[in-house]
């Protein structure tokens, strides 16, 4: 297996690279709201918050980040600024309603996941799992019951990795209007409890 380093967040250094992986892996969901790749990543520079990222590095490359919210924050916190900066103040309230579809609601004693990205030149080399099993760590390091994500329906492969650490589908949800402009048409709500150590005893 590939030399990869799990660690929590990123430096400045990674800016950039974070971004730049964010935004590929997101293409499909992201691109249609944005319309420009260029001020997609210039948004997602200043927008994503390395304290809500645990991140997968070869060689000080960032490979893979796994994001995800709590209480206090998330990994893709864009604010209006960040985008009326970028497109103006109309063209960046238009673009934040359109984000707004995507948006999902912290739950108490619940980890949501804020996106899982591997580095095309990486994947399947065990970098996504090690980011997940990471992840489930840090859940239950700070005392969450359970971890939730979403996976749309046009990903098999990512959620046969959920599976396989032990997620269990708990929500359907269909989308048929959204295939048009987002290639997808559904999505799965997972959520995986977490063993504590005072479950345990």
Do not use: C
Not at 59 to 80: M, S, T
Not at 126 to 150: E, M, P, T, W
């Amino acid at each position: 297996m590939t030399d990869i380093t799990i660690t929590r967040g990123f430096e400045d250094a990674h800016d950039e690279q974070a971004a730049a992986l964010y935004y590929q892996a997101f293409h499909q969901k992201l691109a249609p709201i944005f319309r420009n790749d260029e001020k997609a990543l210039a948004v997602l520079r200043e927008a994503l918050d390395p304290n809500y990222a645990i991140v997968a590095l070869h060689e000080d490359r960032l490979v893979g980040i796994a994001g995800f919210k709590d209480r206090n924050g998330n990994l893709v916190d864009i604010q209006p600024h960040h985008m009326t900066q970028v497109f103006g103040w109309f063209g960046g309230w238009i673009r934040l309603l359109g984000l707004v579809l995507f948006y999902r609601d912290f739950e108490e004693g619940v980890l949501l996941m804020d996106g899982i990205v591997v580095d095309a030149s990486m994947r399947g080399k065990g970098v996504g799992s090690q980011l997940l099993d990471a992840v489930i760590q840090y859940a239950a390091d700070n005392g969450f019951a359970h971890v939730r994500l979403d996976v749309i329906d046009t990903n098999p492969r990512a959620r046969k990795l959920y599976e396989r650490k032990g997620f269990t589908a708990v929500d359907e949800q269909t989308y048929p209007l959204m295939k048009r402009f987002f290639g997808f048409s559904g999505s799965t709500t997972m959520l995986k409890e977490i063993q504590t150590p005072d479950a345990a005893e």
